[in-house]
């Protein structure tokens, strides 16, 4: 079992949608929450960064960190076709330095439809 | 703003050749990460390193290894090439601030473009 759950979708939604993307991880060592949005053949991109349990909003995007439940989502609100692409979300374990390698869960497929 | 650098973005090799990719990390950042991200997979961490030291290491072949120089840009090198090493390479970068136990600076990980390998 992996240590981070993602849904793979793909998830298919109508322009001006609110999306719903989520994440459960198993491992409670995790501390530190990231978001990232890839296109096709690109790198990763980074969204959002939340540590402490409670929502983090940016713009359009709102982070959410739940820890007694070991569970992560990302809100769009207003979605719109660029933001069709794959959402990524990662997570490490530690602040020091030898240990903030990232564990990704396996991506959402998003495609917002005009 | 400047962002990470990856070179080549793409490198076609044959089995049991070599490779090596380079990373530029954003100007000022101290710690380089590099990943591995087969098709249809996520990226899955190699190593790390921090003001030129391996800080981290992950799912590494023993057939990679890697280093950091001086101005901060990192090498990643690959001998004896499996098919299997077909995939995309991404360098994330990041400042993390120089305090006692290494236990400061900041998490967020920013990714470069990315070298496509395929081994043939």
């Known amino acids: ?114 | 703003a400047a962002g990470v650098i990856q070179s080549p973005r793409h490198l076609i090799k044959e089995k049991r050749e070599t490779a090596t990719l380079k990373c530029y990390p954003i100007p000022r950042h101290d710690t380089v990460y590099w990943y591995q991200q087969g098709p249809g997979q996520d990226p899955q961490f190699l190593i790390s390193f921090y003001e030129k030291m391996q800080s981290d290491k992950g799912s590494i072949p023993d057939r990679f290894s890697a280093q950091q120089f001086s101005d901060y840009h990192s090498e990643l090198n690959m001998s004896s090439l499996e098919l299997g090493d077909s995939a995309l390479y991404f360098c994330a970068s990041s400042l993390v601030a120089s305090t006692r136990g290494g236990a400061g600076g900041s998490y967020e990980q920013y990714f470069g473009p990315g070298t496509r390998l395929t081994v043939t």
């Not at chain 1, 609110?18 to 296109?39: D, E, G, H, K």
Request: glycine residues 8%.
């Open chain 1, 1 to 114: 079992q992996k240590e981070v759950e993602q849904d793979p979708g793909p998830l298919s939604v109508p322009e001006g949608a609110i999306v719903s993307l989520n994440c459960t991880y198993s491992n409670s060592a995790f501390q530190y929450f990231m978001w990232y949005r890839q296109y096709s053949r690109k790198g990763p991109e980074l969204l959002m960064y939340t540590y402490s349990s409670g929502n983090k909003e940016d713009g359009r995007f709102t982070a959410q960190v739940d820890k007694s439940s070991k569970y992560i989502s990302l809100f769009i609100r207003d979605s719109q076709p660029s933001d069709s692409a794959t959402y990524l979300c990662a997570m490490s374990r530690s602040p020091y330095t030898g240990r903030r390698a990232l564990t990704f869960g396996s991506g959402t497929r998003l495609q917002v439809q005009p």
